[in-house]
């Protein structure tokens, strides 16, 4: 299996988007097309199969794109920045706010009270970094 592939669906699991068995039975379709010469994207065809909307697929490749940016020990600030939220100049602010109140407050909650991300925008970072630690510890095992 491209391990690309199985990224794309360990992706969509951790996400909820796919049960592990349907990803299972749309691998097994997309090997037996390739062996007849048809070469079908995973999403694709789980897109086919009703078991993604378009917009699940554009999601889990946007993930895809940032997973292969960031690493097992992504930082909050990190991801941010990849997404476009705060500059890298608003994380080295919130660090060193973070730094002089002695470490007892997190970055997150230090860049809510600067006023440059919301809560929301806060607990999906937060979020986000759960899942790339998961899809991570996935990849490796």
Do not use: P
């Not at 897109?47 to 378009?54: I, K, N, P, V, Y």
């Not at 917009?55 to 960031?70: K, P």
């Not at 920045?81 to 230090?110: F, H, P, Y």
């Amino acid at each position: 299996m491209n391990e690309n592939l199985s990224f794309f669906g360990a992706i969509a699991v951790s996400m909820g988007l796919v049960s592990e068995e349907d990803l299972a039975k749309i691998i097994v379709l997309q090997e037996k097309l390739s062996i007849q010469g048809e070469k079908k994207r995973i999403g694709d065809l789980l897109c086919e199969a009703g078991h993604l909307t378009s917009t699940d697929v554009d999601i889990v490749l946007a993930m895809q794109q940032t997973y292969d940016i960031v690493t097992e020990e992504t930082r909050f600030g990190e991801l941010a920045v990849v997404n476009g939220l705060l500059t890298q100049q608003d994380i080295d602010e919130a660090l060193n706010k973070q730094k002089e109140s002695g470490g007892d407050r997190t970055v997150g909650d230090i860049l809510v009270d600067m006023g440059l991300i919301s809560t929301f925008q806060m607990n999906a970072i937060l979020q986000s970094q759960e899942r790339l630690r998961a899809i991570f510890d996935a990849q490796s095992a």
